[in-house]
């Protein structure tokens, strides 16, 4: 049986202002926007090619806006991640070159903080799972 991750909850403070970041400067799909009450609207995002989606909570967790730490996606060329990211006003660190990838990291309006992989040579057939472990901002 296959369990697949399919949502992760983004504590953010202002609804529009993480879906514009996420969508206008960092590139997500805009997949859903359904407001369900005055108390909770559901914002779904996915980054492009991914099968997992974000969804922007201010009341879906107890998770403090700005808790999240580390979410990491896999990039085919951490040098164009970045440039994408810089060019749409999106601060983002210089690559990182470690053994096991090339890393880019960013927070949005929160302080939630994402980084960025670029897989080595060596995890081509892996599946996107290296044995090393990933460094963290």
Same mark, same amino acid.
């Not at 909770?40 to 989606?53: D, E, H, I, K, W």
């Not at 990491?72 to 060329?77: A, C, D, Y």
């Not at 044995?131 to 901002?137: D, R, S």
């Given at each position: 049986?296959?369990?697949?991750?399919?949502?992760?909850?983004?504590?953010?403070?202002?609804?529009?202002?993480?879906?514009?970041?996420?969508?206008?400067?960092?590139?997500? *799909?805009?997949? *859903?926007? *359904?407001?369900?009450?005055?108390e909770?609207?559901?914002?779904?995002?996915?980054?492009?090619?991914?099968?997992?989606?974000i969804?922007?909570?201010?009341?879906?967790?107890?998770?403090?806006?700005?808790?999240?730490?580390?979410?990491?996606?896999?990039?085919?060329?951490?040098?164009?991640?970045?440039? *994408?990211?810089?060019?749409?006003?999106?601060?983002?660190?210089?690559?990182?070159?470690?053994?096991?990838?090339?890393?880019?990291?960013?927070?949005?309006?929160?302080?939630?903080?994402?980084?960025?992989?670029?897989?080595?040579?060596?995890?081509?057939?892996?599946?996107?799972?290296g044995?090393?472990?990933?460094?963290?901002?």
């Open positions: 049986m296959d369990w697949k991750i399919e949502l992760i909850p983004v504590p953010v403070t202002d609804i529009d202002r993480a879906k514009a970041f996420y969508v206008d400067q960092v590139g997500f *799909h805009d997949d *859903h926007d *359904h407001t369900v009450s005055d909770l609207r559901f914002v779904q995002l996915t980054p492009p090619g991914s099968a997992c989606s969804v922007l909570d201010k009341t879906l967790t107890d998770m403090p806006a700005g808790s999240l730490r580390g979410l990491q996606i896999v990039v085919g060329s951490a040098d164009e991640a970045r440039r *994408h990211l810089l060019a749409n006003g999106v601060d983002a660190s210089e690559v990182d070159d470690q053994p096991w990838g090339r890393f880019v990291f960013f927070a949005d309006p929160d302080g939630n903080t994402w980084s960025l992989q670029e897989l080595p040579e060596w995890s081509a057939g892996a599946g996107g799972s044995e090393n472990p990933t460094p963290l901002p």
